[in-house]
């Protein structure tokens, strides 16, 4: 690096390898802006300093002895001025688009220079340790984070997962929640409207005020596809803008000009048509997140019940801070923003700490004693086929695994703040730990999200050539941009509002990590705060399986004719026949058969939903038999009339049993999957009647009336 470089010159110590790795890391991000030199080499080569083009820069360097240089950097400006340490590095970063702020805090915040430069100072005389440090966490070179090709594939990815979540409850939502569902949204909009008033929106933000009909739940899940899917192929600005406004605005500018006009305004064309395509391909992204965002959001408080789980809030809370990351970089591509990352990277923090937290803090005895992973392979809602090989190792393995659970959930996630070797052990960690979770138990798209987050631990440099060479045929790679001047007024008036709510929203997710270790109560106005914020779900808590399922109660829905015969209704994907092996549902979610699992674990009385879904059972409504995998009353039989149709059943009811896993033995000798006991009841039998009257009769008395 020549010292003529640059108008301004930055001199450190050249034997130092602390020294040349940040140099060598500053010098390409500040350019021309910046000359680096050793001050060795400036001694060996006195005749340098005559070819510097600031001549006041020249004669403050040949007033500095050997001594100067070799115990702080200097920085000498464009006026000649010098200053040194701390000072010198803040100078350089000044320089350094997006980082002048580390300039401004030295020169502004009381206490700043004085520590920064005691930092220094020490750094300055523990070198080699410093340098080993380095080596530790952020490796031997030093290299400019890049987000761009990393934040590109986590939308994509993130757009697939919104549309697998969107799909998901669009084959179950007339059931669930339509107009003949077991929770129709209508009902619920009404209760709202009478609750809230007109304004009511803002308390229950869903898009259902304004059509919670069975074409308006259609319409909602089916826009969330297609808009998922635009996301994830990114064509649309490029389908819109860039073939045909430019022939349209080829064929504009014929015929009403003159040549010499035509043609300038042929040859303005092209770039005019190039400029709105970067300006919407720049703002399509952010546009799509923020419509699913509300879409998805719709939904989750729209299913109530059947909505209310950790993943829909965690791909809620993912989709807005994805908002971060969107932005044009004047070439119409998504470019990564440092901000949006690290919003991200908190949010897999409390995450991944507050499930390992809430275990420890609920004072569970199976994690206390280690034994937890005895149970939740049989216990857990919709076990993977694998599950059951997990349950019969050894119970010491389970005890040590569980071990490593509790280690890797509280411990990795804060190797996130250390730096990017740390980070990257955190990124394959967590990995791990969610894909044993994802081989064992079906949890439909939230390991999945869970995975994809853990992409944005890594950076561009940490990609494979190959998948950095796939990425950029993907995407179209566009040419770097021009980097911006530092600091400049324009910038700071556009980035102040979008940090200020990175902040709003980061401060709210400490505050829950906070709220959820007890470590804090929130004060009235904070309070207040979180319950207008609550309903859009913009910081949530989390923490799965604080307390472990010993036991797994299995409700069995049985329908009869006689009272005498009973034949059982099947679900997709939960236990029922022993002999049945379990299945694979990711990235679906059976959100009746979750819903079941729940309420046999809280046992009587029933929820309301599953008294609707009984009665839905005696009608035999379509919608909600298409939940099931196979209704025996569904099949259709031909009246005297001729016609056919299906005879519901004249009576249902629902038996509780306990399930468990059958061990090596059992299964050999029978072939079940599962083991079986009958417990009781969980709802009687009912049936439906409709008591009919002549339409002269007298009005009916009650039995106090009859024996007057």
Same mark, same amino acid.
């Given at each position: 690096?020549?010292?003529?470089?640059?108008?301004?010159?930055?001199?450190?110590?050249?034997?130092?390898?602390?020294?040349?790795?940040?140099?060598?890391?500053?010098?390409?991000?500040?350019?021309?802006?910046?000359?680096?030199?050793?001050?060795?080499?400036?001694?060996?080569?006195?005749?340098?300093?005559?070819?510097?083009?600031?001549?006041?820069?020249?004669?403050?360097?040949?007033?500095?002895?050997?001594?100067?240089?070799?115990?702080?950097?200097?920085?000498?400006?464009?006026?000649?001025?010098?200053?040194?340490?701390?000072?010198?590095?803040?100078?350089?970063?000044?320089?350094?688009?997006?980082?002048?702020?580390?300039?401004?805090?030295?020169?502004?915040?009381?206490?700043?220079?004085?520590?920064?430069?005691?930092?220094?100072?020490?750094?300055?005389?523990?070198?080699?340790?410093?340098?080993?440090?380095?080596?530790?966490?952020?490796?031997?070179?030093?290299?400019?984070?890049?987000?761009?090709?990393?934040?590109?594939?986590?939308?994509?990815?993130?757009?697939?997962?919104?549309?697998?979540?969107?799909?998901?409850?669009?084959?179950?939502?007339?059931?669930?929640?339509?107009?003949?569902?077991?929770?129709?949204?209508?009902?619920?909009?009404?209760?709202?409207?009478?609750?809230?008033?007109?304004?009511?929106?803002?308390?229950?933000?869903?898009?259902?005020?304004?059509?919670?009909?069975?074409?308006?739940?259609?319409?909602?899940?089916?826009?969330?596809?297609?808009?998922?899917?635009?996301?994830?192929?990114?064509?649309?600005?490029?389908?819109?803008?860039?073939?045909?406004?430019?022939?349209?605005?080829?064929?504009?500018?014929?015929?009403?000009?003159?040549?010499?006009?035509?043609?300038?305004?042929?040859?303005?064309?092209?770039?005019?048509?190039?400029?709105?395509?970067?300006?919407?391909?720049?703002?399509?992204?952010?546009?799509?997140?923020?419509?699913?965002?509300?879409?998805?959001?719709?939904?989750?408080?729209?299913?109530?019940?059947?909505?209310?789980?950790?993943?829909?809030?965690?791909?809620?809370?993912?989709?807005?801070?994805?908002?971060?990351?969107?932005?044009?970089?004047?070439?119409?591509?998504?470019?990564?923003?440092?901000?949006?990352?690290?919003?991200?990277?908190?949010?897999?923090?409390?995450?991944?700490?507050?499930?390992?937290?809430?275990?420890?803090?609920?004072?569970?005895?199976?994690?206390?004693?280690?034994?937890?992973?005895?149970?939740?392979?049989?216990?857990?809602?919709?076990?993977?086929?694998?599950?059951?090989?997990?349950?019969?190792?050894?119970?010491?393995?389970?005890?040590?695994?569980?071990?490593?659970?509790?280690?890797?959930?509280?411990?990795?996630?804060?190797?996130?703040?250390?730096?990017?070797?740390?980070?990257?052990?955190?990124?394959?960690?967590?990995?791990?730990?969610?894909?044993?979770?994802?081989?064992?138990?079906?949890?439909?798209?939230?390991? @999945? &999200?869970?995975?994809? !987050?853990?992409? #944005?631990? *890594?950076?561009?440099?940490? =990609?494979?050539?190959? $998948?950095? %060479? /796939?990425?950029?045929?993907?995407?179209?790679?566009?040419?770097?941009?021009?980097?911006?001047?530092?600091?400049?007024?324009?910038?700071?008036?556009?980035?102040?509002?979008?940090? @200020? &709510?990175?902040?709003? !929203?980061?401060? #709210?997710? *400490?505050?829950?990590?906070? =709220?959820?270790?007890? $470590?804090? %109560? /929130?004060?009235?106005?904070?309070?207040?705060?979180?319950?207008?914020?609550?309903?859009?779900?913009?910081?949530?808590?989390?923490?799965?399986?604080?307390?472990?399922?010993?036991?797994?109660?299995?409700?069995?829905?049985?329908?009869?004719?006689?009272?005498?015969?009973? =034949?059982?209704?099947? $679900?997709?994907?939960?236990?029922?026949?022993?002999?049945?092996?379990?299945?694979?549902?990711?990235?679906?979610?059976?959100?009746?058969?979750?819903?079941?699992?729940?309420?046999?674990?809280?046992?009587?009385?029933?929820?309301?939903?599953?008294?609707?879904?009984?009665?839905?059972?005696?009608?035999?409504?379509?919608?909600?038999?298409?939940?099931?995998?196979?209704?025996?009353?569904?099949?259709?039989?031909?009246?005297?009339?001729?016609?056919?149709?299906?005879?519901?059943?004249?009576?249902?009811?629902?038996?509780?049993?306990?399930?468990?896993?059958?061990?090596?033995?059992?299964?050999?000798?029978?072939?079940?999957?599962?083991?079986?006991?009958?417990?009781?009841?969980?709802?009687?039998?009912?049936?439906?009647?409709?008591?009919?009257?002549?339409?002269?009769?007298?009005?009916?008395?009650?039995?106090?009336?009859?024996?007057?």
């Amino acid at each position: 690096m020549s010292p003529v470089a640059g108008s301004t010159l930055l001199v450190y110590d050249g034997d130092c390898r602390f020294c040349r790795t940040w140099i060598d890391y500053w010098s390409r991000q500040t350019g021309e802006r910046v000359g680096y030199a050793p001050y060795q080499r400036l001694k060996r080569q006195g005749s340098e300093l005559q070819e510097l083009s600031n001549p006041q820069l020249a004669e403050s360097l040949a007033e500095l002895n050997e001594s100067v240089f070799r115990g702080h950097i200097q920085f000498f400006d464009e006026d000649g001025r010098r200053c040194q340490g701390a000072e010198a590095a803040c100078e350089v970063l000044r320089r350094i688009p997006g980082k002048g702020h580390y300039a401004w805090a030295y020169r502004h915040i009381p206490g700043c220079a004085p520590l920064s430069e005691w930092v220094y100072d020490w750094v300055a005389g523990h070198r080699e340790l410093a340098f080993g440090a380095q080596k530790l966490l952020l490796g031997e070179r030093l290299y400019p984070p890049e987000y761009t090709q990393i934040s590109w594939l986590f939308l994509r990815l993130l757009s697939l997962i919104y549309f697998f979540a969107f799909a998901s409850f669009h084959v179950q939502a007339l059931g669930l929640i339509g107009h003949d569902g077991l929770q129709p949204v209508a009902d619920l909009i009404l209760a709202a409207k009478e609750v809230f008033g007109d304004t009511g929106y803002w308390q229950l933000p869903t898009l259902f005020w304004w059509d919670a009909s069975d074409t308006g739940i259609q319409a909602l899940t089916l826009a969330g596809m297609g808009l998922s899917l635009l996301l994830l192929f990114g064509f649309l600005p490029r389908a819109l803008f860039n073939k045909p406004f430019k022939s349209i605005s080829k064929h504009l500018f014929k015929g009403s000009f003159n040549n010499s006009f035509k043609s300038l305004s042929e040859s303005q064309a092209r770039p005019l048509a190039t400029v709105l395509s970067e300006l919407l391909s720049g703002i399509f992204p952010g546009l799509c997140l923020l419509i699913l965002y509300l879409l998805y959001l719709s939904l989750v408080h729209g299913g109530q019940d059947f909505m209310q789980y950790q993943w829909d809030l965690l791909l809620l809370e993912t989709g807005l801070l994805a908002l971060f990351l969107v932005g044009g970089n004047g070439l119409g591509r998504v470019q990564g923003k440092v901000l949006g990352v690290w919003l991200l990277r908190l949010l897999l923090f409390r995450f991944v700490f507050m499930s390992g937290a809430v275990k420890v803090l609920s004072g569970d005895p199976t994690w206390a004693g280690l034994t937890a992973l005895e149970y939740h392979f049989q216990t857990q809602p919709l076990p993977t086929p694998l599950a059951w090989y997990a349950q019969q190792l050894p119970a010491w393995s389970l005890q040590l695994f569980t071990l490593m659970v509790l280690t890797m959930e509280l411990l990795l996630p804060w190797l996130i703040f250390l730096g990017r070797r740390p980070r990257k052990l955190a990124a394959w960690g967590i990995v791990v730990l969610q894909l044993s979770i994802l081989l064992t138990g079906n949890y439909n798209f939230f390991n @999945l &999200l869970t995975l994809t !987050l853990c992409l #944005l631990l *890594l950076d561009d440099n940490d =990609l494979p050539c190959w $998948l950095r %060479s /796939a990425l950029d045929w993907a995407r179209g790679k566009p040419a770097a941009p021009e980097p911006p001047e530092p600091g400049s007024p324009r910038q700071l008036v556009w980035k102040l509002p979008k940090y @200020l &709510l990175g902040i709003v !929203l980061g401060v #709210l997710g *400490l505050g829950q990590i906070f =709220l959820g270790l007890g $470590l804090a %109560s /929130a004060p009235a106005s904070l309070a207040a705060l979180l319950g207008r914020v609550d309903p859009w779900y913009l910081a949530n808590p989390y923490g799965v399986f604080a307390v472990m399922t010993t036991r797994r109660p299995e409700i069995q829905i049985e329908g009869s004719m006689d009272g005498e015969h009973w =034949l059982p209704y099947s $679900l997709p994907y939960k236990p029922g026949d022993p002999a049945r092996a379990p299945l694979w549902n990711i990235p679906h979610q059976p959100r009746l058969d979750w819903q079941l699992w729940f309420a046999a674990l809280d046992g009587q009385p029933p929820p309301p939903w599953f008294h609707n879904l009984m009665v839905n059972l005696l009608f035999n409504n379509p919608q909600v038999l298409a939940l099931f995998e196979a209704a025996p009353f569904q099949n259709q039989v031909q009246t005297r009339e001729g016609i056919l149709t299906a005879q519901p059943p004249r009576l249902v009811r629902a038996r509780l049993y306990n399930y468990r896993f059958s061990n090596r033995r059992e299964r050999s000798d029978t072939g079940a999957w599962w083991q079986r006991r009958e417990i009781g009841n969980y709802f009687p039998a009912v049936q439906f009647k409709i008591k009919a009257s002549p339409l002269n009769a007298p009005e009916p008395q009650s039995e106090q009336q009859e024996r007057q």
